[in-house]
């Protein structure tokens, strides 16, 4: 399959997408719950319906997996993985830190990853085994160390009161032993900010595939290293994610692992 055409189509339906966000931004009509925390608005659907319809039009027989809608079947060995919207709390606020989120998978394997942020214009973007971009410059993680010197950012998922506990400790661990955590409401912009060297290192627990499946293709090929909190390989289906420039990497595991 040709990735840099896979590509091309990626790109045109994140800027559909991007269309439909930069008008819905401050002009929602209604916002529903899907659960205690977790809102769905108008722009999440017809964003998702603009990215799929442009996605299939290319790739009729590829398998769709897309927050919104579900998964839909298709030709086994290819699918995508879509969040329309990464950050719909923030969206609904009007605070402009969000992005869209599309990867394309090959069997079990993250090819190809882009996130696009509609209101800052900053696209990142990704082929497994050629390296990230931002805006079509190359970018690579930092070279901070140790963790005393480093920023790093965390997300808090959906159900926090049935994890408090074990979460607030991991947080307030590294808030102690880094430069600082951060906390901006969208895991896809987390890691590209981590592939870009704005933060140095990234931890949250129970995402779903679309919340990393293309900022984690992004981050690695930008040189970070990817493992849930035991140190194991990631994969898009597990409910742990941590990534880092690698030079503090193990000192992250054993931060998280005192909680």
């Given at each position: ?79 995508w993985l879509i969040d ?24 079990a394997e ?150």
């Open positions: 399959m040709d990735l840099e055409h896979a590509q091309r189509v990626g790109i045109a339906a994140a800027y559909a997408g991007a269309g439909v966000l930069r008008d819905r931004f401050g002009n929602i009509s209604q916002i529903e719950k899907k659960g205690a925390f977790n809102l769905l608005t108008e722009a999440d659907t017809e964003s998702e319906k603009k990215i799929i319809t442009i996605i299939r039009e290319a790739f009729p027989d590829h398998a769709i997996l897309a927050e919104e809608s579900g998964a839909t079947e298709g030709h086994a060995e290819y699918r329309p919207l990464d950050g719909t709390t923030n969206f609904a606020h009007q605070l402009p830190i969000f992005a869209i989120s599309i990867a394309l998978a090959k069997d993250i090819v190809l990853g882009l996130v696009l942020n509609p209101m800052d214009g900053e696209l990142f973007s990704a082929i497994a085994g050629r390296g990230a971009e931002l805006n079509g410059s190359p970018i690579q993680v930092s070279s901070t160390e140790p963790v005393c010197e480093s920023l790093l950012v965390t997300g808090f998922p959906y159900n926090f009161d049935e994890v408090e506990e074990p979460l607030m400790r991991r947080f307030t661990v590294c808030q102690s032993a880094s430069q600082g955590v951060r906390r901006l409401g969208s895991a896809a912009l987390d890691l590209c900010y981590v592939a870009c060297g704005r933060f140095d290192g990234f931890w949250e627990q129970n995402l779903s595939p679309w919340d990393m499946a293309a900022g984690a293709v992004i981050a690695t090929e930008a040189g970070a290293v990817i493992t849930n909190f035991s140190n194991m390989s990631f994969t898009v289906n597990q409910k742990e994610i941590l990534a880092t420039n690698g030079k503090i990497h193990r000192e992250m595991l054993s931060l998280l692992a005192l909680a």
